[in-house]
């Protein structure tokens, strides 16, 4: 199995293959670690979930995606809200600096012909209310754009997308993918490209912006999927690009940079090994700004760690960790942990749920 460097194809390739296990349909036991405790500050937690799908159906393998919607919770768990509740796939929400829009990947099925892939260009930029209503595309192509992300004001959006553009029908006749960033207005207008790249695999990916003002950008580079690539940042224009850290034979991967608050600090998944069968281990960092003072925040327990957010005060994160059962099985669950990886507890009452963020 080939694990891209890119989260967002990374989150999805692991729950097509990992969250599909017909043996077992009915909700884990897993509890939450903090449900007899109290909150650490008044932030919600918001991520992507598939507690009420129909688990029992016959079409579970195929149509399970579709029930991904996006709750709100507690930092210990509690107090679990839905806040859509429709047949698109909702992924890695993103809450306006105002917490008054939700921006994120939305994928419209047209049929039931099997799991949605990686590499399935029906995915488009959306943002709704925080109460789930007024839904609006921002983005409707015949490709591929996601893993968008808002500026310190709500007025940019930082996102990639397949810049070859492909169909379906590309797809089948096997033209590769080329991944740049684009940063577009909040209404979806000014399509600005910031990256480009002459390899037909070139990837430029999982961008983030910094909370200050103009705002930087982080992102990761590879000249093709195998290539393990590095860690970049560049400004809100797309100058400026500059490589801060590379990957070598600790960091063999890096997916999903985002600033701390306070611009001085990064936070990353990197892999650092395949366990017996070949299921990748990704664990927690940070660097500064400048590539220095790289730090371990997350050990190497045979779990995988990765979309680590900070919370609005820099005090704590959040993040998603799988758990491998054995070659190709395991399950999702969110994290919160302060920021140097203790008090680290288990928040999902449930057993696949994903990319959780703050909400301001």
Request: net charge negative.
């Amino acid at each position: 199995m080939k694990y891209p460097l890119i989260g967002f194809v990374l989150a999805i390739a692991c729950l097509v293959f990992l969250g599909c296990d017909s043996n077992d349909q009915s909700q884990s036991s897993i509890t939450p670690d903090t449900l007899s405790g109290s909150p650490k500050n008044d932030y919600r937690i918001i991520f992507q979930s598939v507690r009420d799908a129909p688990f029992a159906s016959s079409d579970y393998q195929v149509n399970y995606q579709r029930y991904f919607d996006l709750y709100t919770m507690n930092e210990n768990g509690s107090d679990v809200q839905r806040i859509t509740d429709n047949l698109y796939w909702e992924n890695q929400p993103d809450v306006s600096p105002d917490g008054q829009k939700i921006l994120f990947g939305l994928h419209e099925f047209q049929d039931s012909t099997g799991p949605v892939e990686g590499t399935d260009p029906g995915w488009e930029i959306a943002i709704v209310d925080i109460d789930g209503s007024n839904l609006i595309r921002l983005t409707d192509n015949d490709y591929m754009e996601f893993m968008p992300d808002w500026n310190y004001d709500g007025t940019k959006i930082v996102y990639m997308a397949d810049a070859n553009q492909r169909s379906v029908q590309d797809i089948a006749n096997g033209l590769a993918p080329q991944y740049h960033i684009y940063t577009m207005d909040a209404d979806g207008g000014n399509v600005t490209q910031l990256t480009f790249g002459d390899n037909p695999s070139d990837v430029n990916g999982d961008p983030s912006f910094s909370l200050g003002e103009p705002g930087k950008i982080v992102y990761i580079h590879t000249e093709d999927f195998a290539d393990g690539g590095g860690l970049y940042t560049m400004d809100a224009d797309g100058n400026n690009q500059q490589l801060i850290l590379e990957c070598d034979n600790e960091l063999l991967k890096i997916n999903d940079p985002t600033f701390s608050p306070d611009g001085n600090k990064i936070i990353f998944g990197a892999m650092v090994r395949e366990d017996q069968y070949g299921n990748p281990i990704y664990n927690l960092f940070t660097v500064n700004t400048f590539g220095e003072n790289l730090t371990r925040i997350t050990e190497d327990d045979g779990e995988g760690d990765i979309l680590a957010q900070y919370s609005p005060d820099g005090s704590r994160i959040c993040y998603m960790t799988w758990a491998w059962n054995g070659p190709g099985t395991g399950d999702f669950r969110i994290r919160v942990a302060n920021t140097d990886g203790s008090d680290e507890k288990v928040i999902s009452s449930f057993q696949w749920e994903q990319a959780p963020t703050w909400v301001p």
